[in-house]
């Protein structure tokens, strides 16, 4: 009995360590290791011999799992760290820093082949030990590497030297629907979120009906990614390697929207289609086809410079704005005239700075291109309600109460896009609601029942006829009959009830009379105002 206990206990000791053995396999080596803004790896504990930069064998199972992390990203690159205990004179560990740092780097690439481009190196002695050097132990501990993620571009640190995460070179602004991003310390795309972080050599993607917005700190310069594209955020910094891309973005597929504010002290460099596009100041709309041969780009604001990658600057073509052109084949096209922005003929646009609009709502315009109209409920139009581009002379949008921006533009046979006509109007709901807005209506409904008692208590508009003048003692004297219009004289005629005669003919009244007809005549007036202002009130268009 006590044997067969014993025989199951280490069965179910073997089958757990079994289970435990595989869980252990089954961690993503992701997981295990981050090189991420504010992330550094250490590797200690005997990792090298005592005065020696040689590594030893039990700490290679910890670098061939890092080295295969490594190999998952290949757009990371990093820098090797060597640290020495304090055994020895402060220049000997410093050398020996380098040389276990360097030793690092050279296993990597001998036994994994990673590019020794990605990897840099560098020794700081027996200045930073991570516990003190008072035993074996501890000394062992601070014969080390770090390895800390660096920018590829601008090859800094993404880990500062308080741990902290280097200021990134951008944020994602705004955000609508599919959009993915991969930073290079990513093994795989990542669901975009809100303020999410841009660094350099950030791969964005999105998806239909999906756009995405990078605002950029150096100068607070934009740019709007349309739906179904993909671009590469290399750095807005000029301070990258000459062996480095001099494009601050790609656009590898889709369009961009650059807004630029020209205030950071270097131009913003786009490459599409094997030519590179700058613009310093401005707007301009840069679209590249499925194919990757035929980029459009409409200049809208200030101005933009095209060259083919590498060129000198003098080879390039200017386009100043109101100008297009397309670049296909390697060869820049006849530079034309963007097309004119429709003409809007529905609805009013003096009628809609005025009223509040009924819904459904027609817009109409002339225009001899396609016409392509955005509806929002955010001026960026980056999550528009309605998105359409149509041959069609108008369309008819049913939109909820609110205030809301639309813009339209003309797209010409080539793909050249004109200046966008931007608005806001404010929508009241359906027709009867707009007319009969309960605060409004029933604020007129009792101005006009103060009028009208106003009246019963005297006749503001009264008619008189000059019959006959003179004078007596000096004094000039008019004689006149007076005749109350008919409609007052209609009033007039109805028969109130009892109580109002006695209530009209009260002392009270008859002493206050002139005083109670102003008041009330004054106050429907001050009432009726307010119910126009009312049915009137709205944002103010955004020309």
């Known amino acids: 009995m006590i044997a067969s206990s014993v025989l199951f206990l280490c069965l179910a000791f073997s089958i757990a360590s079994a289970q435990t053995q595989r869980a252990a396999q089954a961690i993503p080596i992701a997981q295990r290791f981050d090189l991420s803004p504010g992330k550094r790896v250490i590797i200690s504990d005997s990792v090298f011999r005592k005065g020696s930069d040689r590594l030893e064998s039990q700490s290679m199972s910890e670098f061939d799992q890092l080295a295969r992390y490594i190999q998952a990203r290949p757009d990371l690159e990093f820098e090797i760290r060597g640290h020495a205990s304090n055994e020895g004179s402060p220049d000997r560990n410093l050398r020996l820093s380098i040389q276990r740092a360097d030793a690092t780097k050279e296993y990597l690439v001998r036994a994994y082949g990673i590019s020794p481009a990605r990897i840099k190196t560098s020794g700081v002695g027996d200045t930073e030990p991570l516990t003190a050097n008072v035993d074996e132990k501890s000394r062992a501990k601070n014969r080390r590497v770090e390895f800390i993620g660096i920018s590829s571009i601008t090859q800094r640190r993404l880990t500062r030297e308080d741990n902290k995460a280097l200021e990134s070179d951008g944020y994602l602004s705004v955000m609508q629907n599919k959009v993915e991003a991969r930073a290079p310390w990513d093994d795989n795309w990542q669901t975009a979120y809100l303020k999410m972080p841009i660094y350099e050599n950030h791969r964005i993607n999105t998806y239909a009906n999906s756009r995405a917005e990078v605002t950029f700190f150096n100068d607070n310069s934009k740019i709007q990614i349309g739906e179904n594209a993909s671009i590469i955020v290399y750095s807005p910094n000029k301070n990258r ?303």
Not at 245 to 254: F, I, N, R, S
Not at 287 to 299: C, E, F, P, R, Y
Not at 304 to 320: C, F, M, N, Q, Y
Not at 396 to 415: E, H, N, Q, W
């Open 241 to 543: 390697g000459k062996d480095k891309p001099q494009e601050t973005v790609e656009l590898v597929k889709g369009d961009l929207l650059l807004k630029m504010q020209g205030k950071g002290g270097e131009n913003f460099l786009v490459k599409s289609g094997g030519k590179q596009v700058t613009v310093e100041q401005g707007t301009a709309r840069i679209g590249l086809d499925s194919t990757g041969q035929k980029t459009a780009i409409s200049v809208l604001e200030g101005q933009v410079d095209l060259r083919t990658s590498g060129s000198p600057a003098s080879e390039g073509t200017r386009i100043k704005s109101g100008s297009g052109t397309i670049l296909e084949g390697g060869l820049v096209g006849v530079l034309r005239k963007i097309p004119d922005p429709p003409k809007l003929m529905e609805p009013d646009t003096a009628l809609m700075a005025l009223i509040k609009m009924p819904t459904p709502l027609t817009f109409k315009w002339l225009n001899k291109n396609r016409t392509r109209i955005e509806i929002a409920e955010e001026e960026s139009f980056l999550e528009p309600v309605l998105d359409v581009t149509t041959r069609e002379d108008s369309v008819m949008a049913k939109l909820d109460p609110g205030v809301y921006f639309f813009r339209i533009t003309s797209v010409d046979s080539v793909g050249l896009v004109s200046r966008p006509i931007i608005k806001s109007l404010t929508i009241a709901g359906s027709l009867k609601a707009s007319l009969f807005k309960p605060l409004p209506f029933t604020l007129m409904f009792i101005a006009v029942l103060l009028a009208w008692f106003s009246v019963l208590f005297s006749t503001p508009f009264e008619e008189r006829t000059l019959m006959g003048w003179g004078v007596n003692n000096r004094n000039l004297l008019f004689n006149f009959v007076t005749n109350p219009p008919p409609f007052f004289r209609w009033l007039s005629s109805i028969k109130l009830p009892d109580w109002f005669a006695r209530f009209r003919s009260s002392p009270y009244l008859n002493v206050n009379h002139q005083m109670i007809v102003r008041g009330t005549r004054y106050t429907a007036i001050f009432l009726a105002v307010l119910a126009i202002l009312i049915l009137l009130k709205r944002e103010t268009p955004v020309m």
